[in-house]
Nanobody
Framework: QVQLVESGGGSVQAGGSLRLSCAASQYRFSGYCMGWFRQSPGKERERVAHINSWGDNTYYADSVKGRSTISQDNAKNSVYLEMNSLKPEDTAMYYC?????????????????WGQGTQVTVSS
């Protein structure tokens, strides 16, 4: 069973930065699409970014475009999300999710494996 573990969340002031990590285990890290999603109370889940195993398919939500970078280290079975110029509206639980195969579906339900999440809190 594929397991995903997120880390790197925390509490920061507006304008600060965080680097979220997602480590996958029980899976040979090849041929995948990994997405970062976030959800805060009362709001719908939002796909923040995704990247495929070849690194040639990346996506950023408009809400984070220009402030965030998704990257990968296939040797470490890990994907990262660096977030800069954080805003209070970035406050949410952040989840990584894995889809087998390098095609990054736009359907969030096409990601069968999810981590437990890491909390990001940005204060003004």
């Amino acid at each position: 069973q594929v397991q995903l573990v997120e880390s790197g969340g925390g509490s920061v002031q507006a304008g600060g930065s965080l680097r979220l990590s997602c480590a996958a285990s029980q899976y040979r890290f090849s041929g995948y699409c990994m997405g970062w999603f976030r959800q805060s109370p009362g709001k719908e889940r939002e796909r923040v970014a995704h990247i495929n195993s070849w690194g040639d398919n990346t996506y950023y939500a408009d809400s984070v475009k220009g402030r965030s970078t998704i990257s990968q280290d296939n040797a470490k079975n890990s994907v990262y999300l660096e977030m800069n110029s954080l805003k209070p509206e970035d406050t949410a639980m952040y989840y990584c999710a894995l889809r087998i195969g390098p095609y990054c579906s736009q359907d969030d339900n096409a990601f069968p494996y999810w981590g437990q999440g890491t909390q990001v809190t940005v204060s003004s």
